[in-house]
């Protein structure tokens, strides 16, 4: 039985699927926006929630955990200094989904995944 078993497979072994996973959150933090399959979206989505979630709480502790998941300092520092401080206002739904259409070669729903930008006002 699967109860209580979060998280989908993605067709992938435990070490490939998270290793992708860390590579495809460190890129969206890098560059805000990435595209993929909606599967794997909505994978990163709650991977990135949580570690926006600990860029908040800003501590040593916190960036220890993040830095066990992003290998790129530069992306942990950015994470810690630039995208946390813009969401302390907001309390989860860091990022948007959009489907974007259908991929080419074998039908895939594609999808773009991004950090919800803040408005003018509210920013720092």
């Known amino acids: 039985m699967r109860h209580r078993k979060a998280g989908r497979k993605l067709n992938r ?3 490939h699927r998270q ?9 969206l933090f890098r560059h805000e926006r990435i ?18 979630t600990l860029g908040k709480r800003g501590d040593l502790s916190a960036r220890r955990q993040a830095l066990r998941v992003i290998n790129d300092k530069g992306v942990v520092k950015k994470l810690f200094e ?11 739904g860091y990022t948007h989904l959009y489907r974007v259409g259908f991929r080419r070669g074998d039908g895939a729903p594609m999808s773009v995944i991004e950090l919800v930008p803040v408005p003018k006002e509210e920013a720092p």
């Open 13 to 15: 072994t435990m070490a």
């Open 19 to 27: 290793m992708m996973l860390r590579n495809m959150v460190t890129s």
């Open 35 to 52: 595209s993929t399959t909606l599967p794997k979206a909505k994978e990163v989505r709650r991977l990135a929630d949580r570690l926006i």
């Open 82 to 92: 630039e995208i946390a401080p813009r969401y302390r206002d907001r309390s989860g």
